[in-house]
């Protein structure tokens, strides 16, 4: 089992960036493929990244891809959301989430995959 907290989030300008942390307790973390989804008010919650165990696979929604970037230190049991270039309609809730892979280099980009989820950071970015 693995518990995870979010933290980094903020409010922030159009065009500013943010640098999300996911902290993960327990010693499997490596053990576990990562992603990162998000929820607006009154939105279903949706993909944004996801990562393999090992870090060599990266997935993004097209609406992040080249904006965000997702990162794993596996020794520190962290997974990281930098973004960048901030929009307004990137303001959410942000979760991370960890899945059991099917196989090492599997990743995962649908919810209901999820075994674990943190609480949440807010996200506000300002027009």
């Known amino acids: 089992q693995v518990q995870l907290v979010e933290s980094g989030g903020g409010l922030v300008q159009a065009g500013g960036s943010l640098r999300l942390s996911c902290a993960a307790s327990g010693r499997t973390f490596s053990s576990y493929a990562m992603g990162w989804f998000r929820q607006a008010p009154g939105e279903e919650r949706e993909f944004v990244a996801a990562m393999s165990v090992d870090g060599d696979i990266t997935y993004y929604a097209d609406s992040v891809k080249g904006r965000f970037t997702i990162s794993r230190d596996n020794a520190k049991n962290t997974v990281y959301l930098q973004m960048n270039s901030l929009k307004p309609e990137d303001t959410a809730v942000y979760y991370c989430?960890?899945?059991?892979?099917?196989?090492?280099?599997?990743?995962?980009?649908?919810?209901?995959?999820?075994?674990?989820w943190g609480q949440g950071t807010q996200v506000t970015v300002s027009s």
């Open positions: 989430a960890a899945v059991t892979p099917y196989y090492r280099g599997s990743i995962h980009w649908t919810s209901h995959e999820y075994d674990y």
